[in-house]
């Protein structure tokens, strides 16, 4: 639960800028949650697939590619978070495309933690891990349509940064359950 909430922060935040800026209507907030889910599931499968291929090849040192994996992640998260400029570009966030890259786009983190799924869990485990955070990413991005349709803010630097040392603590758990514990 832990890394599905990590990782759709992004989704949070993305949801609820673009309902705040475009007042879009439930509808296309519930495609937008849909789409976000989507993709956050898919992505962290299709790197689990790709963890798995190589498992045996890299069967030695795979809690190191797992701690490096979600160090890497959650060290951009965390500057991202911290230093990131807000692009002034104005996307049409209504239309079913921009939603699909907007999806990809907040995924693409997914993707690589997946590699560290297929490394170290099983497929029962990983078709777990991918279902909850699915549900998860629906139900906040969702949220985040509703918080920017009320104008609420989302603190994007607070919740980057947690997300980011959250997926660093996993990974620094990982490291150390496979080598100390």
């Known amino acids: 639960m832990l890394i599905a909430l990590a990782l759709c922060v992004d989704s949070l935040v993305v949801s609820t800028t673009s309902s705040f800026r475009s007042k879009m209507a439930f509808r296309r907030g519930l495609l937008m949650a849909v789409v976000f889910a989507f993709f956050q599931g898919l992505f962290p499968l299709l790197g689990a697939l790709l963890g798995a291929a190589f498992k045996d090849?890299?069967?030695?040192?795979?809690?190191?590619?797992?701690?490096?994996?979600?160090?890497?992640?959650?060290?951009?998260?965390?500057?991202d978070a911290l230093f990131a400029k807000e692009d002034d570009k104005v996307l049409d966030?209504?239309?079913?495309?921009?939603?699909?890259?907007?999806?990809?786009a907040t995924s693409i983190d997914a993707f690589v933690v997946g590699i560290g799924f297929g490394l170290d869990s099983t497929l029962s485990q990983t078709?777990?891990?991918?279902?909850?955070?699915?549900?998860?990413?629906?139900?906040?991005?969702?949220?985040?349509?509703?918080?920017?349709?009320?104008?609420?803010?989302?603190?994007?630097?607070?919740?980057?940064?947690?997300?980011?040392?959250?997926?660093?603590?996993?990974?620094?758990?990982?490291?150390?359950?496979?080598?100390?514990?």
């Open 127 to 181: 078709l777990f891990t991918v279902a909850v955070i699915g549900v998860a990413t629906f139900i906040v991005s969702l949220a985040g349509w509703y918080l920017g349709k009320r104008n609420v803010p989302v603190p994007e630097k607070i919740a980057g940064v947690v997300a980011g040392v959250v997926l660093i603590g996993l990974g620094v758990y990982t490291l150390l359950e496979h080598t100390v514990l």
């Open 57 to 79: 090849v890299v069967a030695a040192v795979d809690h190191w590619i797992a701690f490096g994996l979600l160090l890497a992640v959650g060290g951009k998260m965390i500057w």
């Open 93 to 104: 966030v209504t239309s079913f495309g921009t939603m699909c890259v907007l999806g990809i």
